[in-house]
């Protein structure tokens, strides 16, 4: 037995049914540029998360510049994220103009550090980026206050934790503006590239709308130098169809996280994930840490176990920000995990059998 690290094709088939009537439908219309299924999933992602307003967009890194943009920020600007993230984060400041500025993350959830964050700030710092990784919200009740003191907003990057939450409220509805991504593989994943800008702000809402159609909100009226980041409607019939198992699917994540945790336990060489008190995960992934690890994804590989690395390199340490100057041991936390990160197998469509598989092959690579 295979196990893949993960099944879309499982995911496309429970949705068929729905989504290839509704796909008729747009092809019918030839309404491929917004339109009524477009306005229900806006409507409907936004009772879901709890917030006035969701803008669907072309993809999770523009979801991202456009909620820094609607938030003021702008060249010069610096943007702070954990340096443990996709680098989308930080490439989304980077095409404003803005300069990334990271910080270290805890070792207990790897996420972002509100200590880092207070020692960070300076008189240019324009939006704090704590990132919900892994399916797990990060503790934006504690960077609030500190974004407060000194003026600066929050941006959520909820591109991991669909259906997450934590008692401050539903990822991507806790801080003033956030951005979500829906790529495939994510918790609520699009056939193709999709995001979202959620927020309560109507001139947040107004403003990320604008810029996402060429600065436009009238025909051949720019308001501003825009981008052209607006959702496909074809994307929407798969999203909504998704949207009503999403609950579904996140629960049987959590089985499945409960499963192997049970079964890892107590493994030497095996440092099995933990949950924020308060959290509901929503396990975009389940991250052990383990030495050896490439060997160890090798002996997976060879077992025919799928597995992956979120991420290798952190963002500070890639060629691509090289100029800003940053060196090796400056961010101790995230660059020791970037070296010992295993995400396992994770979807809402795997089962005990298959994560039975999954344990004894990594009980057998660590040598346990």
Known sequence: MTVPFLDLAAQSAEIADEVLPAWQRLFDSAGFIGGSEIDA???EYADFIGVGHVIGVSNGT???????????????DEVMMPANTFIATAEAASRIGAVPVFVDVDDEYLLIDPLAVEAAVTSRTRAIVPVHLFGQTAPVERILPIADRHGIAVVEDAAQSQGASSAAGRAGAMARISATSFYPGKNLGAAGDAGAVMTDDPDAAALVRNLAAHGSSTKYVHDHVGMNARMDAIQAPVLRAKLRRLDRWNAARRAAAGRYSAMLAGVDGVRTPSVRQGNIDAWHLYVVRVGERERVMSELAAAGIGSGIHY?????????????????GQFPVAEAAAGSILSLPMHPHLSAQQQERVADALRSAVGA
Request: overall charge negative; glycine content about 12%; proline content about 9%.
């Open 312 to 328: 290798p390199t952190p963002v500070h340490l890639t060629e691509a920000y090289s100029s800003l100057g940053y060196a090796r």
């Open 41 to 43: 999933f806006e409507r």
């Open 62 to 76: 523009d979801a991202l510049e456009l909620a820094y943009r609607a938030v003021g920020v702008g060249p010069g």
